[in-house]
């Protein structure tokens, strides 16, 4: 989300599907996590809904997409809010996590090749004392 808005690309709304949708708890982390609401489609069988919205387009049903899945599907808007307190501290790991990525990942820092490095080596000396 992070770099679509740093595209200039907003992210307005976060529509969920899938098994994941089963466990509140989870899908309240990701409202905390994100800080929008989330809302959930109104089927447990997203991709075969999917797929019957295009075919109705093809057969000629709707004309297009978005008038099929206004007809065809659902969302249920809403259903999990975030909570502030909660989203704070998800912050503070947030901003620990980018941290140890850029450490790790970014810039001048080697540690990933040295660390590589060390693997290959221990490796190599396992495999020669076979």
Do not use: C
């Not at 999917?50 to 659902?74: E, L």
């Amino acid at each position: 989300m992070d770099t679509f808005a740093d595209s200039g690309v907003p992210v307005t709304e976060l529509v969920v599907a899938g098994g994941l949708t089963k466990s509140a708890p989870l899908m309240q982390i990701y409202a905390d996590v994100t800080r929008r609401p989330l809302s959930v489609i109104g089927s447990e069988q997203g991709p075969a809904l999917g797929s019957a919205i295009h075919a109705a387009v093809a057969a000629g049903a709707y004309p297009d997409v978005p008038a099929a899945a206004a007809v065809m599907g659902r969302i249920e808007e809403d259903v999990y809010q975030p909570d502030a307190a909660r989203a704070d501290v998800y912050d503070e790991l947030y901003s620990e996590y980018v941290r140890l990525h850029d450490y790790f990942g970014r810039g001048e820092n080697q540690v990933m090749y040295r660390l590589r490095a060390i693997r290959d080596r221990a490796w190599a000396a396992r495999e020669a004392a076979r």
